[in-house]
């Protein structure tokens, strides 16, 4: 079992609320794990397997899971930033934002006045 998925799933289950993504290379491969605290699948609908499949496209990779956890593995090692940086984002647009602050935030951002506050 790979130590960054170990990782994420201890991570998740310490912490209440929580959505974690990681990624590590293992033997010259990607790999990306996503933890979805049960509280956040049931308040928000999340699902670790589409968070995968959806970041996994940057790594060149596939993979599932279950609702609260799941990984992938790709082929691309270089689209290891341009996944996490997508799960940034995704974070702070599900996790912190409501429908209302996110409208507000999109607002700002076409003024050049934006700053995102959890």
């Known amino acids: 079992m790979s130590s960054t998925k170990d990782l994420a799933q201890a991570i998740g ?3 209440p609320n929580s959505f974690v993504f990681l ?4 033997d010259n491969a990607p790999n990306i794990h996503c933890y979805i605290s ?3 699948v049931a308040e928000k609908g999340l699902k670790a397997g589409n968070v995968i ?3 996994g496209k940057y790594i060149d990779g596939n993979g599932g899971g279950q609702p609260f956890f799941a ?29 209302k602050q996110l ?11 934006l700053s995102i506050q959890a």
């Open 23 to 26: 990624a590590s290379v293992e």
């Open 103 to 113: 409208l507000t935030q999109i607002t700002k951002l076409k003024l050049g006045l």
């Open 71 to 99: 990984s992938g593995k790709g082929k691309n090692v270089l689209g290891i930033k341009d996944a996490l940086d997508k799960a940034k984002v995704k974070i702070i647009l599900t996790i912190f934002l409501s429908p």
């Open 53 to 55: 499949r959806e970041l």
């Open 13 to 15: 289950i310490s912490k």
């Open 38 to 40: 049960k509280e956040l």
